[in-house]
């Protein structure tokens, strides 16, 4: 006979809108009357559970408090030879039970689970009851479900559980009654990796610097402490949504201070750090080019507009007939061509259909074809339409024009295709001014458009715009007014200041979002503004500047041309002839030389309000290292179809930290690819997985991965973590023999009241002499931790 108690402390919740976990008081009474055997593999043994709240207990904001003492639910687990019974009952939730018959080969029997279906528009929570069989020596295991019922939390049994009300499976909610088998040999196994870790050659970690980490505070929650937990990383800060409003950060009265979770093998006393909050992100953009042919047999998205009659009939040329759609397709570098072979369309949803006779086109017929010549004589001139295109492995777009096209192999300024990194900025980097020209707010400016926004009697009101008139090049005034005409005053130039974590106007002024306005979606109610060109904006996404210039070397290189005399070439109808001004245009000029600039971002939702992190001893922001780009070379193997020879862009953000492996929603039930993209009804059987595992080649090579540039270095990859799941097996169908069924379940009456102030007293009060270790685990994973 055995007797437990145990405590639980109280967990708070995983995400935003679930239930925390309360505090615990469990009892156990065990009793073992034979011992396992060769005709009782678990001998006969019965055990018996009572939970019980172990202090007052608010689920939620609203709802009235359990009182410490009331019963929670219990359990019970009993073997008899060969024969293992369970059920466990808990407050709020459905009954869980099995009944399992093991034999020389393996087992069967019933068991019930919970899942999610679409229901009414929403998701409503089912339990299934099915029946079970494994095979060890046939490598299968089989199932077939009994029933489903619908759990109506709306209206509770005299135990406050939800009742159960019969579910008739539709099929596109993937249930089915059917009798599906699944192979159970590990090498049918499906594999998807999480985690890589990244080595040298001399098979050390390849560390990229300061990495995230997690961290943990107390703060006061609805008059109670409680311990929230926080990540921080190049990304920036992020602190549960549930307990965000709780975190004080420095600058306020008592600022909440973090303490580092340490990894195993980290030892000392853990960092602490605070929180500062800026009410802008800063990003900074840098320009680089890359050769046409490192697209090699990427997986790329095209946008085909019919719509423009420019180029509706340049486009049937090449074979993009019909109307507006994306195309998917691939680049291949050996013969310049490019194929598409997707249709992609939105008039329903996402649709994405295979063509009867794939595109083709070679650079060379793109140069032909997608060219007009416009005037003539000396006056005559040629555009050549871009062919602007989107990565769906590298999720970035590409505009290549006509140079590259010509030039595949270039990758130099004068034929690459141009690519922007962005980099969000810690306040270490931040520039002490940026200069703007056009689309260039003001703090009185943005505050009078996010007032009036607040102030508006009704949703989706126009409001007045954040940004200045004169930093646009539209003509303000005269029989022009409202045209565009190239040129901004340079007397009208912005200028920011950067002081500490504020963006300052030429008043000295923070620019900003009212401290106010913490909830856009609601309080600025979906208020939008105009943009000079006709289009809006919905104010509670934030508002964004034009590229900004950091040095005034930079900010003339954008004045606008003039001719051999000295004077502009274009004549302004309202400027002054030797007015000094400048045409932000040219910052996007092929021949551009300014390769850096800045963008700054102002809202009122988390990821605008930028979050630094301050180590406590130092005073000193934290640095994190942005992710390293490494690239990986997909096997030309048949195994990987589409992505066989794929050179793919990878983000290395540290050891165990290697995303950007492109993936898809696979239908477990089926075995069916779904694609990379999926707009249907989620259920049970989806599963969003890599398509490809980064692996030993045929040869058993070990993988890599390699940095850019033109003399790359190479690293060992590793997988670490992951999951396998079971692979369909129809063959096995009809093949296995169940046992037992839903009534064989053990029912609510087998469980038993363990408790101290149960009647005959329990097991009694937890015992607080004589315990062995102080009452602290003696062994722990099968290691003894206590002295002998």
């Not at 300014?594 to 001893?617: H, M």
């Not at 540290?654 to 239908?667: A, D, Q, T």
């Amino acid at each position: 006979i055995a007797k437990v108690w145990v405590n639980m402390d109280e967990e708070e919740a995983e995400e935003a809108g679930d239930m925390p976990e309360p505090a615990m008081s469990i009892f156990v009474k065990a009793e073992q009357s034979e011992g396992p055997s060769d005709s009782k593999r678990f001998g006969v043994f019965k055990m018996v559970g009572t939970y019980l709240i172990g202090k007052d207990f608010t689920p939620g904001p609203g709802m009235d408090a359990i009182p410490a003492g009331t019963k929670m639910g219990g359990m019970y687990l009993e073997a008899d030879g060969n024969t293992v019974k369970f059920r466990e009952e808990t407050m709020m939730g459905p009954p869980e039970a099995l009944t399992a018959t093991f034999t020389t080969d393996g087992v069967s029997g019933v068991y019930n689970q919970e899942t999610m279906v679409p229901y009414g528009g929403d998701y409503a929570q089912l339990q299934l009851v099915s029946k079970f069989a494994i095979s060890n020596s046939a490598k299968v295991y089989c199932s077939v479900l009994l029933t489903a019922k619908l759990l109506d939390f709306d209206n509770p049994d005299s135990d406050g559980r939800p009742t159960l009300v019969d579910y008739t499976p539709t099929g596109s909610d993937g249930l089915t009654t059917d009798e599906v088998c699944y192979s159970t040999a590990a090498a049918d196994a499906k594999r998807n990796v999480w985690r890589y870790g990244v080595y040298k050659s001399d098979g050390s970690r390849f560390e990229v610097g300061q990495g995230g980490f997690p961290m943990k505070a107390t703060v006061t929650v609805d008059g109670a402490q409680r311990e929230i937990h926080a990540w921080a990383d190049y990304w920036g800060v992020h602190v549960d949504d549930q307990f965000a409003s709780a975190v004080k950060y420095i600058g306020e009265s008592s600022p909440t201070t973090f303490t580092k979770e340490q990894f195993a093998g980290e030892t000392g006393t853990p960092p602490t750090y605070q929180i500062k909050r800026a009410n802008a992100r800063i990003e900074k953009v840098e320009k680089s080019y890359v050769a046409l042919e490192s697209l090699h047999k990427a997986n790329v998205v095209m946008w085909v507009d019919k719509w423009d009659t420019n180029w509706n009939s340049k486009y049937n040329t090449l074979g993009f007939t019909g109307s507006s759609a994306e195309y998917a397709g691939s680049y291949n570098k050996d013969n310049q061509t490019w194929t598409f072979d997707k249709k992609i369309t939105f008039d329903s949803g996402y649709n994405e259909t295979t063509l009867g006779t794939p595109i083709t086109f070679t650079n060379a017929q793109w140069v032909s074809t997608m060219a007009r010549t416009y005037g003539g004589g000396s006056d005559t001139w040629t555009e050549n339409r871009r062919l602007w295109l989107w990565s769906r492995d590298e999720h970035k777009g590409y505009e290549v024009g006509k140079k590259s096209l010509e030039n595949p192999t270039d990758a130099t300024s004068t034929n690459g295709i141009p690519v922007e990194t962005v980099t969000t900025l810690t306040p270490a980097n931040f520039p002490s001014t940026l200069y703007c020209v056009d689309r260039c707010t003001t703090a009185a400016k943005l505050t009078a458009t996010v007032n009036a926004a607040k102030a508006a009697s009704s949703e989706g009101s126009t409001v007045v715009s954040p940004y200045d008139a004169d930093n646009w090049q539209i003509i303000q005034s005269g029989s022009d007014a409202g045209n565009w005409f190239p040129g901004i005053l340079a007397t009208n130039v912005k200028t920011y200041t950067i002081s500490g974590v504020q963006v300052l106007d030429s008043t000295n002024t923070e620019i900003m979002f009212p401290a106010d306005v913490t909830k856009p979606e609601e309080q600025l109610k979906k208020s939008v503004f105009q943009w000079p060109w006709g289009s809006t904006n919905e104010l509670q996404w934030g508002v964004g500047t034009g590229r900004l210039l950091a040095s005034t070397s930079d900010l003339d290189k954008l004045e606008c041309e003039k001719d051999s005399g000295g004077d502009y070439r274009d004549t302004h109808p309202t400027f002054s002839a030797s007015a000094k001004r400048y045409c932000p245009d040219k910052l996007y000029d092929d021949d551009s030389t300014i390769t850096t600039w800045y963008e700054v971002r102002f809202g009122a939702n988390r990821w605008d309000r930028k979050k630094f992190l301050t180590d406590q001893a130092t005073s000193q922001d934290v640095v994190f290292t942005p992710p390293t780009t490494l690239y990986f070379t997909v096997h030309d193997e048949a195994k990987y179809g589409d992505d066989r020879g794929k050179k793919i862009r990878l983000d290395y953000q540290g050891f165990g930290e290697l995303h950007g492996i492109p993936g898809e929603v696979i239908n477990t039930l089926t075995g069916e690819s779904l694609g990379q993209y999926y707009s249907g009804e989620w259920n049970q059987n989806l599963r969003y997985t890599h398509r490809f595992i980064i692996e030993k080649d045929a040869a058993g090579n070990d993988p890599t991965v390699t940095t850019g540039g033109a003399s790359p270095t190479t690293y060992k990859v590793k997988a670490l973590e992951g999951e396998e799941w079971l692979t369909l097996k129809p063959s096995a169908k009809g093949t296995l023999t169940y046992t037992g069924s839903a009534s064989d379940m053990p029912a609510s009456s087998v469980l038993e009241d363990v408790h101290p102030g149960a009647t005959g007293g329990g097991i009694g009060a937890e015992p607080t002499t004589g315990l062995l270790n102080a009452g602290k685990p003696s062994v722990i994973h099968g290691k003894k931790v206590i002295s002998d």
